[in-house]
Every structure is written in C-alpha cells, then in structure tokens.
C-alpha cells in the first residue's frame, strides 16, 4: 500500500514563495511519473507540474515561470516551489504518483494567497 503525504501549505501573501513536498512511504515503487494538481471548490482538479521518472518536467501555462517542479528519488519525494504567487492560486494542492496503470493521490494540502 502506497501513501503520499504532502506538506508545506499554508497562508502566504500575494508575492510570496511557498514550497510543497510530498513524501512516498509503505510499498514504495519507482514511479513512472510525480506530480501536483490543484483543485478549487466546484472545479475540476488541474495538473500543475509533473515530472517523470527520468526527469523530464511539465508545467502548466499558467505556472510556467513561476512555480517549478522537482523531485528527489532517493528520498521518494517530490518538491514544488512556488514564487511569486498570486491569489488565483488559491487552491488544495494534491500530489499524485503513477506506476503502471495505477495511480496514487495524498490527502491534499491548502495553499491560501491574501493579503
């Protein structure tokens, strides 16, 4: 059984930077490919970053330049930074993890930008 348990959300400001982790434990595979999601309340969960296992990164238009996806497989964990944020990037970010056909989602994490 697989788990993905994310941290480092919280309140930041318009501006401010956060980072996001998410930390793979119990039967632990080499995941084809990490990555983040957001969702709003009543709206559809949207990829935001994702990286595969070799490294290769993605991310959306709308983060592009600002946030950047990282991982560190020794560690099964998988980093977001994310700068200069903005209040539409209010949001529970959930970190997913894909081996196979099978998929792997944490609990979620709230990300809040207000002054």
């Known amino acids: 059984h697989v788990q993905l348990v994310e941290s480092g959300g919280g309140l930041v400001q318009p501006g401010g930077s956060m980072t996001l982790s998410c930390t793979a434990s119990g039967r632990i595979f080499s995941f084809d490919v990490m990555g983040w999601y957001r969702q709003a309340s009543g709206k559809q969960r949207e990829l935001v970053a994702s990286?595969?296992?070799?490294?290769?990164?993605s991310h959306a238009d709308s983060v592009k330049g600002r946030f950047t996806i990282s991982n560190d497989n020794a560690k099964s964990t998988v980093y977001l930074q994310m700068n200069s944020l903005k209040p539409e990037d209010t949001d529970v970010y959930y970190c997913?993890?894909?081996?196979?056909?099978?998929?792997?989602w944490g609990q979620g994490t709230q990300v809040t930008v207000s002054s």
């Open positions: 990286i595969t296992r070799g490294g290769r990164t």
């Open positions: 997913n993890a894909r081996v196979a056909s099978f998929a792997y």
